[in-house]
Nanobody
């Protein structure tokens, strides 16, 4: 059974940091890339970052480049999203998702077949 569980969300002041974790089971990170997506109230879901543990390929949205870092730990079947210098506009529910590929993209969210339940990130000004 495939499971994706996000954790690490919370309330933080602008300029602060959070690290989100995406723990998976039921598939291998050698075959599946993981991506982080977010959705704020009244807005469309947008891709934030993604990584293939097999190829090392990563991708970031322009809005988070230089502030967010995605890493993977295959031994723990977990992907992390380190978020620094958070801004109020980063407030959203953050979802982790898995795509069967070694060449991921944050723009092909429709190809991600497994999704977690999401974790709330709230950044206060």
């Amino acid at each position: 059974e495939v499971q994706i569980v996000e954790s690490g969300g919370g309330l933080v002041q602008a300029g602060g940091s959070l690290t989100l974790s995406c723990t998976t089971s039921g598939f291998s990170l050698d075959d599946y890339a993981l991506g982080w997506f977010r959705q704020a109230p009244g807005k469309d879901r947008e891709g934030v970052s993604c990584i293939s543990a097999a190829t090392g390929i990563t991708d970031y949205a322009d809005s988070v480049k230089g502030r967010f870092t995605i890493t993977s730990d295959k031994a723990k079947n977990t992907v992390y999203l380190r978020m620094n210098n958070l801004k109020p506009e980063d407030t959203a529910v953050y979802y982790c998702a898995a795509e069967y590929t070694r060449f991921p993209s944050i723009y092909r969210f429709y190809e991600y077949e497994y999704w977690g339940q999401g974790t709330q990130v709230t950044v206060s000004s």
